[in-house]
């Protein structure tokens, strides 16, 4: 038991060693689970691969390079087992592939992956062949020639049509999937992205439900990379119109994406996981997103539970949960949804990228001063 526990903390520090928004004291509805992450629903492995290398003036194929691939497998990257599903799309100047057949199906039976725009291809196909090569002598073809990927954005930062994203980086992501806390900021597919203009990425947070709301656990993952400066709100507060500096050299508008995976071991049916994933577009408003023209704003959300949902013969027997008892979830999903992206904003770090482009963090420092002045933190 002692080395067990020794083990965890040791997986703690090591994954967050960076402050987190509720180490900065800031105020957030419902409680998380053990590691504030998606990975707290039992079963679901995140890995990411992230590339960072070169500096200086923009040469279109060698860099400088910021991106990276992130990969979220809902039940662990040695299953392939399909889960319940459902998307939705606040504002579609994105792209996230599969989703004809999630809407079709109500499942999904690959990894949800996220990198940048021009990568979205390359990404879809090594998916396929990293299954492939993973089933090879199986008659077994599923989804895996139909997986979800999602991107956002990071030509600000990133040398985006130097293609540096190659497959091995897709399978390096897919093989370092685990279970436990998370690296967040700028990491994985996150690494070059912007949130209302400061510097931002991936995050994560979960909520768990009291044991008299049946104890379900909601789970988020954000690639966030969207927003106004002026429109940035958080923990209630304007934090955006009083931290009007620190502004990359960029028109400061509503561009950009934000790509959300919303996971939880409740048993919802697919048109209960279309009604939870909705929700998530609330979250993001509270930030101050508002799903802006040239914004992808695309989010898909699934369930654990129901494990005869991949059932191929017979009759598969699920549960459902009421939908009078539905309300605590999209509670949940509403908060996580707002954490994962604080915490991707406090994790970041400033970024220097393509011509010397650079993002500055949110200075943590200034951030509970604010905080403090509207009463929000004492």
């Known amino acids: 038991m002692f080395l067990l526990a020794l083990s965890l903390l040791t997986c703690l520090v090591n994954a967050q060693t960076k402050p987190r928004a509720r ?34 003036k923009l040469v279109v194929g060698k860099g400088p390079v910021r991106t990276g691939v992130t990969a979220i497998f809902p039940k662990g990257k040695g299953s392939l087992e399909r889960v319940f599903a459902a998307w939705f799309t606040l504002n579609g100047n994105g792209e996230m592939t599969g989703t004809t057949w999630v809407e079709e199906s109500g499942g999904l039976g690959t990894p949800v992956m996220i990198t940048n725009t021009h990568s979205v291809g390359l990404v879809r196909d090594a998916v396929i062949e990293w299954y492939a090569r993973k089933v090879k002598g199986s008659n077994y073809s599923g989804d895996i020639s139909l997986p979800v990927v999602a991107e956002t954005w990071d030509g600000f930062l990133n040398d985006i049509n130097g293609f540096h994203v190659k497959k091995e980086h897709v399978f390096e992501a897919m093989e370092s999937a685990k279970s436990g806390p998370l ?7 996150g690494t070059g992205m912007i949130a209302h203009a400061f510097k931002a990425g991936t995050g994560t947070a979960s909520r768990k439900l009291e044991a008299s709301k049946g104890g379900y656990t909601v789970g988020v993952i954000v690639q966030a990379n969207y927003g106004a400066r002026d429109l940035l709100t958080i923990a209630g507060v304007p934090v ?28 919802l049916l697919p048109h209960q996981l279309k009604r939870i994933v909705t929700r998530v577009a609330l979250g993001v408003g509270v930030m101050g997103g ?5 914004s992808g704003d695309i989010f898909i959300a699934f369930s654990t539970a129901n494990p005869e949902a ?7 027997h699920l549960e459902m949960l009421p939908n009078d008892q539905i309300n605590p979830l999209f509670n949940a999903t509403v908060s996580a949804t707002e954490e994962a992206i604080v915490n991707a904003m406090v994790a970041a770090e ?11 963090a949110i200075p943590h420092d200034r951030l509970v001063t604010i905080l403090k002045k509207y009463g929000r933190i004492k």
């Open 23 to 56: 180490d900065l004291g800031i105020p957030f509805d419902g409680t998380p689970g053990t590691y504030n992450a998606i990975t707290d629903v039992a079963g679901v492995e995140v890995g990411f691969k992230t590339l960072i290398s070169g500096s200086g």
């Open 183 to 189: 690296q967040e900021g700028n990491v994985g597919g």
């Open 240 to 267: 955006g119109k009083e931290i009007t500096d620190l502004m990359p050299v960029r028109k400061d508008d509503d561009q950009g994406s934000i790509i959300v995976v919303v996971a939880t071991d409740a048993p």
């Open 290 to 294: 508002r799903g802006g023209n040239s």
């Open 310 to 316: 991949s059932k191929n013969e017979g009759i598969a």
């Open 350 to 360: 400033t970024m220097e990228g393509v011509n010397g482009n650079k993002v500055y």
